[in-house]
């Protein structure tokens, strides 16, 4: 079975930091980065991969938010440092799996001022 089971989320107070991973059921998932959505709001990139070793950030996590992946247990974490009430969200990784993309359930990431 397909399935992306995130990890992570909750309430923080602002400045704080917070780790989200996502980890794929199956080894040939291609877990590609996290997105976030908020109310009324179309979901938007975070960070994602580009290619094999780059990586591409939304400006407003530049120099706050970093990915990375662990291969061998086909993980994909966010490193969120400085948070800022505008992060809050639901997050949602992305993968791609035979030519689809699936997403993850979604965790929320709440930031109190």
């Known amino acids: 079975q397909v399935q992306l089971m995130e990890s992570g989320g909750g309430l923080v107070q602002a400045g704080e930091s917070m780790r989200l991973s996502c980890t794929g059921s199956r080894s040939d998932i291609n877990i590609v980065g996290w997105y976030r959505q908020t109310p009324g709001m179309e979901r938007e990139l975070v960070a994602s991969?580009?290619?094999?070793?780059?990586?591409t950030y939304a400006d407003s996590v530049k120099g706050r938010f970093t990915l990375s992946r662990d291969k061998y247990k086909n993980t994909v974490s966010l490193q969120m440092n400085r948070l800022e009430p505008e992060d809050t969200a639901v997050y949602y990784c992305k993968a791609r799996f035979a030519g689809r993309v699936k997403w993850g359930q979604g965790t929320q990431v709440t930031v109190s001022s």
């Open positions: 991969w580009t290619d094999r070793y780059s990586t």
